[in-house]
């Protein structure tokens, strides 16, 4: 089982630049999260983009939805900045990939810098990925959400479950 | 849904002491692990005993299988050494505990180290926890694997299925 | 042989809320600093202010020569912005505290980040606040400068001698 | 001015062997130390050896000292275990090298390892190097002490003046 992995940009992937002092995205860390989590899952990792996810417009969530469209790979993994994370996961359940597992992750905390959540949630995604049913979920805060019964509440940075 | 994280030591949860030079248990830090994940579940965390594996006996894995087998959960974690991971897995199954899903876990490098794989393999232990079928599993290198269908290869440090 | 730290913010001691994605200051990190450097130097930390030096005016570099003026410790550190930290050691030099040892020290990296280079130079302008003579100077990058021989290279990032 | 750093070993530059579970040496940590530092120092980096100070025995001794003798650069940080770093420095001392700046580090825990004073500690010993007067010294904990007059607590693990 291969499981493909689209790279979006969020704060995952958000690193300092020491000359301006502010926050930028170069390449994606997904290969050395892998690396230190010794992942041993086949994986083709892709870069769509690297945005924050407040300036994905409706343009490039389709751009994300194609690629999850074309994917060989059953089992999918998107890595999201999470103030939209749930807007993208609906864009694409919208285009009823019926034979797909798609789970979208993020971070709250760029993995660059030393306390990030991020690992743990890349663990966590890639794991429910290869077991749940084809649908397309949200995967935060060790939990997982179908993609119409979760909100991110901004207050507390949380992932929850509505209704 | 409640799950039991039933600690047992392994290099998961090593550290150095720096007044002898060497590798030693006090606490575990699953906790700290889970505050980094911003992991929002609802977990039981029970420390069984802080060991190294290699020193573990019959009577000590007896003890571990008495915790799963008396846990009010029906997921449940243990954290464990990697040498004899695979050991433990089998005394589980072997007690019949037919409604619980098991899933063992470590780590190659010590949490406390900056470089870890811990945090990814409890995001991947929790996640695969929720979702598999009742039965005994080895969550490593991002695969869960059933218990009498892995072996630990010493030589490359990787967890791999058997036939 | 006491010193004082007085701190003023600059990237030393900017963390990322996760909340807003954006760097911000709360508490100085001085004190984690030293604990992890296991210092065992008698000091006095004073957060003066916490600001960007980008956004330092008059007033306030006027308030950091006061802090240095009164006091009662002849050696003293001022941690700060790199980006005008050499403005700030001139209008030091200029109050010409005669007795005072003065070191102005920062970092590239918030330390709150993994791979910051502000250990590196507490460690140092700690050293050289010992064994200077009275004056004013900028420690980075593993050098100390006399306040009117050093600028930034703010393509580079680096403190450089000037004639 | 150019500063020569010879490496010794010690916990500065152990590592965790994750096949085996031990600490072990490899290649010293001091390049990507002086890279976090962004050093702009002129240095020369020498492994003399990679041991324990505590295996370190007459012979091994005198090789660092032959090492100090030869030394072109005549400010000069020796990067050693805490254990026998007293008596390294007394081998160096007694060897009378009267033009020579000669300061010993290390650290107490190892630079790999997240929590490490090693940063801390290199950018203060290659402070001092620059700037005391000829002599052999001990630099840890933020202090220098002449050869002579310390000695390693080590119920503590602190480094403290003698008499």
Not at 53 to 71: N, P
Not at 98 to 110: E, F, I, K, N, Y
Request: glycine residues 8%; negative net charge; hydrophobic residues 40%.
């Amino acid at each position: 089982m291969r499981i493909r992995i689209l790279v979006t940009g969020g704060t995952f992937d958000k690193q300092y630049d020491e000359l301006t002092g502010r926050l930028f995205f170069r390449d994606t860390h997904v290969q050395q999260m892998l690396a230190r989590g010794r992942c041993r899952l086949d994986v083709a990792i892709e870069t769509v983009m690297m945005v924050d996810s407040l300036e994905l417009d409706d343009a490039g969530r389709e751009r994300i939805v194609e690629r999850c469209r074309s994917s060989t790979e059953h089992a999918i993994i998107v890595t999201h900045g999470t103030d939209t994370m749930v807007d993208t996961a609906r864009a694409i359940a919208e285009a009823n990939l019926s034979d797909r597992t798609v789970v979208l992750t993020g971070a709250m905390v760029p993995y660059a810098f030393g306390s990030s959540d991020g690992l743990f949630n890349l663990g966590s995604a890639l794991s429910f990925a290869q077991v749940l049913a084809p649908g397309v979920y949200v995967a935060m805060n060790g939990q997982y959400f179908p993609w119409n019964k979760v909100r991110k509440n901004r207050a507390s940075g949380i992932f929850e479950a509505t209704e």
